[in-house]
């Protein structure tokens, strides 16, 4: 073999590549439209493309551009947000398991946001909720790498993880426990199960800087990843900054989640299953697999918000239970998948 | 041997979690050398590798091709240094092209796809002298272990740094494969790099390197060429050891025969 015939099958692994992202990027547009026309008035993807864009009836584009349209443009964002945070955490740890629902950051957002909400520092409404919510989730995700330490495994890792969502999970449940107003409680509760119903523009605005800022800060270490297969120390002899990815990494990850979770309460698994389904189309390289987790992250968000509004129920089911619903038998699993790393506590 | 030095440390310490790993070590060593590390398990050997890399903070000064290490940024030491780690750890399954591109990352080719024409030379040249063109496209988890510790070597190389660092290169290797990799390491000396390799192989050491270094506790008890290195008083004070001298085809000999 020589050069060119090294050069010639990258190209062909390239076009793989390109074609995956090709078809993600239709698959995610077409839920988008189909999300933008469900609803107690049903659109087609036509009529809905002809209301955005300011044809239809007036009623009709109230529905898509005013009512539907925030909520859509959440599930994308949000969708891709935890997408991408889970290829970063599984690219820094070196680790399929790592997501950032497994380590307790949304749900220690959600503390953040919660304790916001209970002492009446702010309403649903303000910049306080983001902040705290990703405040929340930078000291949770931090502690968590600080706690399991460098080069930790699979077993100290999830430990570890485990151990701060509950702390997380019980904080928010002592703030309501706490709380002396019934209707915050009831309001903390909903929002708690994880949800983009009746989202406004407001809250798309009060998002999306942060998550946008998060993704941007994640994708910039895309090759830091790729050295970092060769583990820490090679990664270091090569150039990488290891200390500062970390921190660097903590920080999109907490902007993004933080973000998310302040909008939308806590959606989980999108992180850690995303990444997981791209690995046999794009392969195992951490760098690449960034932008398509993000765009299958995307489209499974809103599909989940799709199912949630078709399913029939006698009342309304939240699309963060749904997303947990499917992905906790995934993460089950992943765990007999990866048992034997697991049993030997090897990462 | 100073005028031609290409890396140098005075005094350099090192302190891990308040335990002093590495005291007072000063060597000197030239360009074109391989330099053989040695010492009992513990003795420092790999810490005193990743300071000369500056992986690790250290006391002391230590000096390449001039420069104060701690006066150059990550990058310009990363293109100094060919560092390879022990174990040839690579946690995704890579395709071993990939691997080897790594080695210019350094150099600011960071994405294996988008490569310089120099940049593809360089890591064409590693794989060719490392003897892995054949399988550059196989993911390094297919790979069996001789193999895949060639790989990291021509990812190493691909660096084509003046100084190359391996700690225990030929560990778990078979007898034909660690004569492979210390020939290709020696061959890299014989074209002016700089190459230590950290080895417990006594009898590698004797053979393939100009220079041995003795390491005992956290001191450079011994240098020099390797009879005299490991003459039988290192033998017996570090090692606790007895060995078998002899020469063979010129080169010296020695099998580590019983404990003392």
């Known amino acids: 073999m020589n050069a060119q015939n090294v050069t010639v099958t990258a190209d062909v692994t390239a076009r793989r590549r390109a074609s995956v992202m090709g078809a993600l990027v239709v698959l995610v547009v077409l839920l988008a439209l189909v999300s933008l026309g469900i609803g107690p008035v049903r659109l087609s993807p036509l009529t809905v493309i002809d209301a955005l864009f300011g044809g239809g009836s007036d009623v009709q584009q109230v529905i898509v551009r005013e009512i539907r349209l925030p909520r859509t443009i959440l599930g994308c964002a949000i969708g891709a947000i935890l997408g991408l945070s889970g290829a970063a955490l599984q690219g820094l740890l070196r680790n399929p398991l790592a997501s950032p629902s497994l380590f307790g950051a949304p749900q220690s957002a959600a503390f953040g946001a919660v304790l916001v909400i209970a002492l009446g520092l702010a309403d649903v409404r303000s910049y306080a909720l983001p902040v705290a919510a990703i405040l929340a989730a930078f000291v949770s995700v931090f502690a968590l790498l600080a706690i399991a330490g460098r080069n930790a495994g699979l077993l100290i890792l999830i430990l570890a993880g485990l151990a701060i969502s509950s702390l997380a999970g019980a904080a928010t449940a002592l703030v309501m426990n706490l709380s002396s107003n019934p209707f915050v409680v009831l309001e903390i509760a909903f929002w708690l199960l994880g949800s983009l119903e009746d989202r406004s523009f407001r809250h798309v605005v009060l998002a999306l800087p942060f998550i946008v800022a998060g993704a941007i800060i994640l994708f910039q270490q895309r090759n830091a990843f790729r050295a970092l297969s060769l583990g820490e120390e090679t990664a270091q002899s090569l150039g990488v900054d290891v200390d500062r990815l970390r921190l660097l990494v903590i920080t999109g990850v907490a902007l993004g989640v933080g973000g998310a979770v302040a909008v939308s309460g806590t959606i989980g698994f999108i992180g850690l299953v995303a990444p997981h389904l791209m690995r046999p189309l794009i392969g195992h390289d951490p760098a690449r697999l960034l932008v398509p987790s993000a765009l299958t992250g995307a489209a499974l968000l809103l599909a989940a918000d799709i199912a949630v509004r078709i399913i029939p129920s006698t009342s309304d089911i939240k699309v963060g239970v749904l997303t947990s619903i499917i992905g906790v038998p995934f993460f089950l699993y992943l765990i007999m998948r990866e048992r034997r790393a697991l049993g030997g506590g090897v990462a | ?260």
Do not use: C
Request: no cysteine; net charge neutral.
């Open chain 2, 1 to 260: 041997m100073t005028a031609t030095a290409l890396l140098t440390a005075q005094g350099l310490g090192v302190t891990l979690a308040g335990r002093a790993v590495l005291n007072d070590i000063s060597l000197s060593l030239a360009t074109g050398h391989l330099v053989a590390l040695v010492g009992p398990n513990g003795a420092g050997k790999t810490t005193l590798l990743r300071a000369l890399a500056g992986l690790v903070p250290s006391d002391g000064a230590i000096h390449v091709g001039g420069d104060a290490l701690s006066s150059l940024p990550l990058r310009e030491r990363a293109r100094r240094f060919g560092y390879l780690a022990q174990g040839h750890i690579v946690h995704w399954p890579l395709p071993a092209r990939d691997i080897v591109a790594l080695g210019r990352y350094p150099h600011g080719a960071t994405d294996p796809s988008r490569l310089t024409p120099r940049d593809s030379e360089a890591v064409l040249r590693a794989m060719q002298v490392a003897d892995v063109v054949a399988f550059s496209e196989r993911r390094v988890t297919e790979l069996s272990g001789g193999e895949r510790s060639r790989v990291a070597l021509a990812r190493v190389f691909a660096v084509e740094a003046p100084v190359i660092l391996a700690d225990e290169p030929t560990s778990s290797l078979d007898p034909r494969h660690q004569i492979d990799v210390m020939k290709s390491l020696r061959a890299a000396a014989d074209k002016g790099t700089l190459v230590i390799v950290v080895t417990h192989d006594l009898g590698l050491a004797a053979r393939f390197a100009d220079r041995v270094l003795v390491l005992s506790d956290g001191r450079l008890v011994s240098h020099g060429a390797a009879a005299e290195a490991l003459s039988e008083q290192v033998m017996a004070d570090v090692f606790r050891i007895s060995a078998y001298r002899a020469e063979y085809q010129r080169e010296a000999v020695i099998v580590p025969w019983a404990e003392i």
